[in-house]
Nanobody, 122 residues
Framework: QLQLVESGGGLVQPGGSLRLSCAAS??????IGWFRQAPGKGREGISC????????KYADSVKGRFTISRDSAKNTVSLQMNNLKPEDTGVYYC?????????????????WGQGTQVTVSS
């Protein structure tokens, strides 16, 4: 059974940091990453890492602030988010699919976690 379980969301002040984690089960060869959905907006691809771990991709809005990392032995992926801004607020979803490319296109991902809330506010 293919499953993605996120953890690590919460409330943080602007300029603060959070680390999201996602545990994947049932996958063997997959690209994994993160999407987010801000209130009243569609889902946006944030970052991903290919199955080989050699390819990563970031949305322009988070480049230089967010870092994705993958532990293939533990089947986990983390998203370190620094210098958070109010516009980073939203529900963050872990996504995965059987790929070996770094893509932030929503149509490429068939497997989604349940989401975790991130709120950046003073």
């Amino acid at each position: 059974q293919l499953q993605l379980v996120e953890s690590g969301g919460g409330l943080v002040q602007p300029g603060g940091s959070l680390r999201l984690s996602c545990a994947a089960s049932g996958f063997t060869y997959y690209t994994i990453g993160w999407f987010r959905q801000a209130p009243g907006k569609g889902r946006e691809g944030i970052s991903c890492v290919s199955s080989s771990g050699l390819k990563t991709k970031y949305a322009d809005s988070v480049k230089g602030r967010f870092t994705i990392s993958r532990d293939s032995a533990k089947n986990t992926v983390s998203l370190q988010m620094n210098n958070l801004k109010p516009e980073d607020t939203g529900v963050y979803y872990c996504v995965a699919d059987s790929l070996d490319l770094a893509t932030l296109s929503i149509v490429d991902y068939n497997y989604w976690g349940q989401g975790t809330q991130v709120t950046v506010s003073s």
